[in-house]
């Protein structure tokens, strides 16, 4: 049973538009939120991300918003470039588990030029 | 800085055969983890060592695979013997920290070892 789940398996968006990546979990016991990118032949690298206590985090273009009561959270690239075309996965990690990371199954993101 | 590396980057056997996986992570890191992808799915956790204990081996699918880190330097997977299923990507990672906010949580990916059962 997948807790963390990325419902889409690709996204494309124009240069300079926003891009939203969406994740849900049901792991209640999930505190804290991250967002890994993956390029072809690389291992995934972190972006950004949230503690629970939080409702939003931004790092320059990269913006996360967590929505705790719908087990939701997004994250917004604005402006879209071609070098953020890659795979994004969502991860959820909680203090009980020595910090392992749960991922979802991730998102292909191709930013068009 | 030296990454995490991983050994090799690519391995094609047969089924019933043995394979080893290793991994260095960065230099004084003591947290090392294994995960694997399996055909495009998500990302799975397998094992999680501090130093050279086993932390965590929830993850690890049955008693084929095997994980060692003597020393508490590099790390190795050994899978014994190989099925069809065990086929996909293992990636290494390695942390500094664990802690619910600690700024050295981060887990740093190696580029992962493409394993194919045939």
């Known amino acids: 049973d997948q807790q963390v789940k990325q419902n889409s398996p690709s996204l494309s968006v124009q240069e300079g538009r926003i891009s939203i990546l969406n994740c849900d979990y049901t792991n209640s016991m999930f505190d804290y939120f991250l967002w890994y990118k993956k390029y072809p032949a690389e291992g995934p690298t972190f972006l950004i991300s949230i503690s629970s206590i939080k409702d939003k985090n931004e790092d320059g273009r990269f913006t996360v918003f967590l929505n705790k009561s719908a087990k939701h959270l997004s994250l917004h690239i604005v402006p879209s470039q071609p070098g953020d075309s890659a795979v994004y996965f969502c991860a959820a990690s909680y203090s009980g588990s020595a910090r392992q990371l749960t991922f979802g199954s991730g998102t292909q993101l191709t930013v068009l030029p | 800085e030296a990454g995490v590396t991983q050994f090799p980057s690519h391995s094609v056997i047969e089924k019933g055969q043995t394979v080893t996986l290793r991994c260095d992570p960065i230099?004084?890191?003591?947290?090392l983890y294994w995960y694997r992808r399996v055909m495009g799915k998500e990302i799975k956790f397998l094992l999680h060592f501090v130093k050279e204990s086993k932390q965590d081996e929830s993850g690890m699918p049955n008693n084929r695979f095997l994980a060692e880190r003597t020393g508490g330097t590099y790390s190795t997977l050994k899978v014994q013997p190989a099925e069809l299923e065990d086929s996909g990507v293992y990636f290494c990672?390695?942390?500094?920290?664990?802690?619910?906010?600690?700024?050295?949580?981060?887990?740093?990916f190696g580029p992962g070892t493409r394993l194919t059962v045939l």
């Open positions: 990672a390695s942390s500094q920290g664990v802690g619910a906010a600690d700024p050295y949580n981060e887990q740093f």
């Open positions: 230099s004084g890191h003591d947290n």
